[in-house]
């Protein structure tokens, strides 16, 4: 860029006319939360280390840290937000190599980014955004409104500024596009991470910060052909599809099944490293996705280090007889080349890829590059999806139909318990309800459209819910009704108003297993079980118990679609 005297003399004015404005109106005019300065300085931290790094894509140099500028946003408000894009300018000026004068630089920048963040933040709070809490929906929608105008008016201010200076802007256009694709791309890790973050506070940087500090490593050190910056462009979108998973199996189904479009293979086995040594297959795909047992491939119960696996770096074998190499790994006749590849977190390797085709010297060192950068992806997203999980796990909503779960089921029945020993409530009933031949809708249809089957069931279930009621799914296939004050004869008479109901229903679904996809009309039935207090029970575990008992002997062993009812000292009844 060309800088003249005049320019700089007009862009130092500019800077004392806009800049100091700014900030005055960050602090009196928006809104700020309490400051935590340790945290602060490890967003710091953070921030420096990531603008040390960039990375060349098509030509253009790309720094990666406006993920931390949104979560520091999103936390602490305009005001953070803007001294620590000041701080990252300044860390720029030392970092990125140019023939402009560092001062002029550091004023053009900041008066661009202060406008940028004004109006950024602005839209932010009309969208409903705010620091207190708000919903999910509406932090999704406002973060990414704030994001893309964020984006955009960084582009317009550049184009303008480079007009009033009459430069050249040849290569803006592509700058703009990488901007917007960079920043949408990397909203999401400062959603989830401030999501994390509210949650744990400063260990969220170990779930996001450190992983993305090392993925970005590997990147800026691999990015130098332009064969591998296609390949990352397609990286990315994985990468930005693995943050977006939040559970295991979309996690391993999501990255196994991108990986494809970057690197071909015939089969891919995603396997885990346990304690001890003990190698365990997660997933793999064999023509398609699944969660079990491989059909071509065995390997050895345990890791020794001697098997072939290198748990430090990824290797080639391209060749059949090179095969051997791999101890105690058994193939498809097929398989000509492997690729094997260590997931590594923090250091530690985790688990294996292997990757399989049919064809001699089917892989390279530039795809080896890639799976090390998609493997540190990977690893990344199941490191939160596991932490969701768990999260999940021990809150009270089943988080695929809806209903409350079985962690909330046991404090729920405990309460119940206290509330008929104190007399406030005279009677307790257990509905236990299982669906028929479930296995087989799963073989026929697919875990997709059995996993349909159980949230319209349980929308069928709500129906019947009253106050005080309590549904819950059990497991599986397999729900539970807790009736506070209803005698069996009533509990029988809701069960068998259940299961006449389902028998009746029409469930649509589309077959994952089809290759049309078309929606199709099924039936299916369910069988039930009738317990209570203190006719059969005493307390909620024998409840529960006993319910299930006659769910299986009085429905399942009866010839299923029926009620069975629990009968102390006798013959468990079955209704029709």
Known sequence: MNITAANKRNMYILWLLVVPFAFYAALNFFPS???DYLNLFIFLSFLIVIMMISIPVDRVSISLERWIIFSLFFQYGVLAEMIFMQIAMFVLLFTLKSSTPKTFRFAFNSIVFSIVSLVSSYVFYAFGGSLENMSLTTFFIAGFVYASVYSLVNSLLLIVVFKMLKQKNSGMKK????????????LPFAIIF??????????AFLLIGVPFLLVLLVTSKYLKS????????????????LADSLRVDDVLRTFVEKLKNVIPYESAYIIDLRV????????CVEGEFQRAEAMNLSFPAKNYGSDGLDVEATRLFLTKKSLSALKGFTFDPLVESVMTAPVKRDGKTEGFLILTSNQKYAFDDVQTKMVDLLTSYFATAMVKARYYEKTVEKSTRCALTGIHNYHYLEQKLDEEIVHFH????KSLSAIMLDIDRFKSINDTYGHQSGNDLLVSLANLLTKYQHKGMTLARYGGEEFTIILPNYSKEDAIKLAELIRNDVEKSKFEIIPDLSDDKEPIIVQ????LGVSS?????KDGKDLLRNADRALYIGGKQAGRNRVGVYEENSDIKVTN
Request: zero cysteines; a negative charge; aromatic letters at 4%.
């Open 33 to 35: 939360a309490t400051y």
């Open 226 to 241: 332009d064969i591998l910056n296609d390949l990352l462009s397609s990286a990315a979108v994985i990468g930005h599809h």
């Open 194 to 203: 401030t999501l994390l973050f509210q949650l744990i506070s400063g260990k």
């Open 422 to 425: 104190t007399g406030k409530v």
């Open 175 to 186: 700058v703009v596009i990488w901007d917007l694709v960079t920043t949408i791309l990397l």
């Open 276 to 283: 001890g040594g003990n190698l365990i297959m997660l997933s």
């Open 533 to 537: 207090i203190p006719d059969d029970a």
């Open 524 to 527: 299916m039935t369910i069988s």
